[in-house]
């Protein structure tokens, strides 16, 4: 089973940017579809990106035209470059692999979650 680790997280002040970083444990990894997902205290998990083996993407619509989902050249790397941050945008960020239908952004169509890292945008 591939396993996920996310990086990355941290303090920034509203305006500014982070790139989180999801490493995986296979090769294979480089033909799968890969999400990112955030989850705020007190809140549902919310559906963030989406990018395909053949680098297509979507995007949920708070975070469209500011953050960007993309694969490293060793491929098993996944990235979420963030900027722009808002407050609004603090929560806890997990990339899993899409095993659903492409263009789904429902967490039962993700498998293989990360742990997590904090991303706090300050005001």
């Known amino acids: 089973q591939v396993q996920l680790v996310e990086s990355g997280g941290g303090l920034v002040q509203a305006g500014g940017s982070l790139r989180l970083s999801c490493a995986a444990s296979?090769?294979?990894?480089?033909?799968?579809?890969m999400g990112w997902f955030r989850q705020a205290p007190g809140k549902e998990r919310e559906f963030v990106a989406a990018?395909?083996?053949?680098?297509?993407?979507y995007y949920g619509d708070s975070v469209k035209g500011r953050f960007t989902i993309s694969r490293g050249n060793a491929k098993n790397t996944v990235y979420l470059q963030m900027n722009s941050l808002k407050p609004e945008d603090t929560a806890v960020y997990y990339c899993?692999?899409?095993?659903?239908?492409?263009?789904?952004?429902?967490?039962?169509?993700?498998?293989?979650w990360g742990q997590g890292t904090q991303v706090t945008v300050s005001s």
């Open positions: 899993a692999i899409l095993s659903g239908q492409w263009g789904s952004a429902r967490q039962t169509d993700f498998t293989s």
């Open positions: 296979t090769r294979t990894f480089s033909n799968r579809n």
């Open positions: 990018l395909s083996w053949n680098s297509l993407t």
